[in-house]
């Protein structure tokens, strides 16, 4: 069965700082990953997703997340935050021969002024 | 936004009751999903569907019940609601195998 662990339930950084959200996921079989962010009291959107190809993908928004499959990883990084990316983030994997998509804990990113 | 709308959005109940939450699409995506959100946990699968009349359990699914007789809904039942089953319930779909998912709003659900 899969299995998601995010290594931080909480990552408190400054404003203009780096940022790497780690996620690790265990497999068998081809995987598919995700990043997903909340903010405060909405639903879940799409940050961004491996799928095949590039292990490198980008959102619009300037996170990164490289897909490493030797190390079973897909953290999420970001270069400089913001105020505004004061949210909840997850990591996700779908079990490809099941159709299962599986969560990790969540990571809470607070971004501090 | 995907066409993907949970009812009711807010619910308070007390504990022995039966409860139904209601996912309901407008996408005809293959797969629908159940999670529940607890602080510390993140969102751990309940149920989800791969078809109409298809389903398969997911990791906390023990209380609780699904149905999809049609492609656009899919029903969670609490069979008798208890206080642990106070949490934030969420819906996604996807349209297929290596497609992401979309997530619906959330139900609040209260067992008094």
């Known amino acids: 069965a899969q299995s998601v662990t995010q290594l931080d339930s909480q990552v408190p950084v400054f404003e203009e700082a780096p940022v790497e959200l780690r996620c690790n996921y265990s497999?068998?079989?081809?995987?598919?990953l995700f990043w997903y962010v909340q903010y405060p009291n909405q639903g879940l959107q799409l940050l961004l997703k491996?799928?095949?190809?590039?292990?490198l993908v980008k959102s619009i928004n300037g996170f990164e997340a490289e897909f490493n499959k030797s190390q079973t990883s897909f953290h999420l990084r970001k270069p400089s935050v913001h105020i505004s990316d004061t949210a909840e983030y997850f990591c996700a994997v779908i079990e490809g021969n099941t159709g299962k998509l599986i969560f990790g804990q969540g990571t809470t990113l607070q971004v501090k002024p | 936004d995907a066409g993907i709308t949970q009812s009711p959005r807010h619910k308070v109940t007390e504990t022995g009751t039966p409860v139904t939450l209601r996912c309901h699409q407008t996408e005809n995506h293959r797969y629908m999903y159940w999670y529940r959100q607890d602080p510390g946990h993140g969102l751990r699968l309940i149920h989800y569907?791969?078809?109409?009349?298809?389903?398969d359990k997911g990791e906390v699914s023990d209380g609780y019940s699904v149905s999809r007789s049609k492609t656009e809904d899919f029903l969670l039942t609490l069979e008798s609601a208890t206080s642990s089953q106070t949490s934030v319930y969420f819906c996604a779909i996807r349209q297929g195998p290596n497609t992401e998912a979309f997530f619906g709003q959330g139900t609040r659900l209260t067992v008094v």
């Open positions: 569907s791969y078809g109409v009349k298809d389903t």
């Open positions: 491996y799928l095949s190809g590039s292990t």
């Open positions: 497999s068998s079989v081809s995987v598919y």
